[in-house]
C-alpha cells in the first residue's frame, strides 16, 4: 500500500534567490532540506519569476514529476502525492527546465500534461503520445542528422492505457507556433522538449494531453480550455493511481 508523502511547494523569486523558498502546502514557511544548497543570489535574467514546484523531499522513494505549460494545469494535480514543474510555453522552455528539474530533485518518472488542439478529434477527447514529434525540424530534403522524435517509456504507457482505457493513443506533434504540428492530428507545445530532455537523463516519460480546439480554429475566444481541463480533471486520479504506485 502507498504510504501518503508530505507535500511542499517550492518557489522562485527572481528578485532574491535562485534555490525555491520552502512552505508547506498550507503556506506555513518550512527549514530546507539538509540536502539544498544554500540560496545564492540571482537576476530576473536567469530565473524566471514564479515558476513552481510541489515536492515530497529528497528521500530516496519514488518520485512522480508531473511537468505543464502553466499553473493552471499544473493546478489539476494539487494535493496529489506528486512534484509539479511550470516549464513555461514551447519546447525550449519545456527542455531547459525540465532538465534543470532532474538535476535538482531527481524524479523517477515524468508525466508532462496540458491541453492540445487537433485536426479531426473533437474537444475534450483523451490522448496519450505514442510518440513525440518535434515538427519544427522536420525537413524532408535535409542531408544532416537530426532528432524528430522521442518515444514514451513503454511501461508509463502500458499502465496508461490500463487506467485510461478509452483514450486515444496517437503521436503528438510539438512546435513552437500554433498549427505547426502539421505532421500530426494533435499538437502541442512542450511534449518532445519533455520528453527528449527526459530520454538523455534516463528517465521514463510520458505525455497526456486534451483537446481544446481544433488546429485550424484561430480565434482563442472559440477555443474550449475549460472543457479540456475538465476532462484532464477526470483522467488525472486513475492515471495517477497508476503511476504512482508503478
Not at 478529434?121 to 522536420?138: K, R
Not at 507556433?177 to 502541442?188: I, K, S
Request: negative net charge.
Amino acid at each position: 500500500m502507498r504510504r501518503p508523502s508530505p507535500v511542499f511547494r517550492k518557489y522562485v523569486d527572481a528578485a532574491t534567490f535562485a534555490v525555491p523558498q520552502v512552505v508547506a502546502s498550507d503556506g506555513a514557511p518550512l527549514l530546507a532540506s539538509v540536502c539544498d544548497d544554500p540560496p545564492q543570489p540571482a537576476s530576473a535574467s536567469t530565473v524566471s519569476a514564479g515558476t513552481r514546484y510541489l515536492t515530497t523531499g529528497r528521500y530516496g522513494a519514488p518520485v512522480l514529476l508531473v511537468v505543464t505549460a502553466t499553473a493552471f494545469e499544473a493546478a489539476l494535480v494539487d494535493g496529489a502525492p506528486v512534484r509539479t514543474l511550470v516549464c513555461g510555453i514551447g519546447p525550449v522552455e519545456a527542455a531547459v527546465a525540465t532538465s534543470r528539474a532532474i538535476a535538482d530533485d531527481t524524479p523517477t518518472a515524468i508525466l508532462q500534461v496540458g491541453i492540445a488542439g487537433a485536426r479531426t478529434l473533437p474537444h475534450a477527447s483523451i490522448v496519450l503520445g505514442s510518440e513525440a514529434v518535434y515538427c519544427d525540424v522536420i525537413d524532408p530534403l535535409a542531408r544532416i542528422p537530426r532528432v524528430e522524435r522521442a518515444e514514451p517509456d513503454a511501461a508509463l504507457l502500458a499502465a496508461a492505457r490500463r487506467a485510461l482505457p478509452d483514450a486515444h493513443v496517437l503521436p503528438i506533434g510539438t512546435s513552437g507556433r500554433v498549427g505547426g504540428g502539421a505532421a500530426c492530428e494533435v499538437e502541442a507545445m512542450e511534449g518532445f522538449g519533455v520528453l527528449r530532455a527526459a530520454a538523455l537523463a534516463g528517465v521514463p516519460a510520458l505525455e497526456l494531453r486534451a483537446v481544446s480546439n481544433p488546429v485550424s480554429e484561430t480565434d482563442r475566444g472559440l477555443w474550449r480550455v475549460e472543457d479540456a481541463l475538465d476532462a484532464l480533471r477526470g483522467a488525472l486520479p486513475p492515471l495517477l493511481e497508476v503511476l504512482v504506485d508503478a
